[in-house]
């Protein structure tokens, strides 16, 4: 087997509308392709990140909560790379969404910081510095 690269990442949300708005007014990702899925009652939209099409959101008729703790099993984060992110930050904040306090890697030594999507999906921004 010989992977090339992560393909894409697919989020289900509980609001479509709300999260479309999240990830495309606030993130400022690229819808691609948008279909609704009449024998699903399901909407699919395709964003890309930076040029590169990389996540797809998915909403779905009453979709079960997922419990989300920092170090439980599963996906732990989506993390995006970033320029400034100081600048990120209070963009943000400007945008009402809560942004935890910038921390140091001490790997590193790069700076990151976290937040949540509509639903709760924690979500990074690491500094490229």
Known sequence: MN???????????????????FYVRILGLTPKNEVYRAERDSYKLDLE???????ELFSFPDPPARLSYPESAGL????????????????????????EAIRVDPLTNKKFT????????????????
């Open 49 to 55: 990140v930076n040029g590169d099409y990389q996540i």
């Open 76 to 99: 732990r984060h989506l993390a995006f790379e970033i320029e400034e992110i100081e600048q990120a930050v209070h963009y943000l904040n400007e945008q009402k969404v809560e942004v």
């Open 114 to 129: 976290f937040f949540a999507d509509p639903d709760g999906l924690p979500i990074e921004l690491y500094e490229r510095g």
């Open 3 to 21: 992977l090339l690269k992560i393909h894409h990442i697919a989020i289900i949300c509980s609001d479509y509308q709300k999260s479309k708005d």
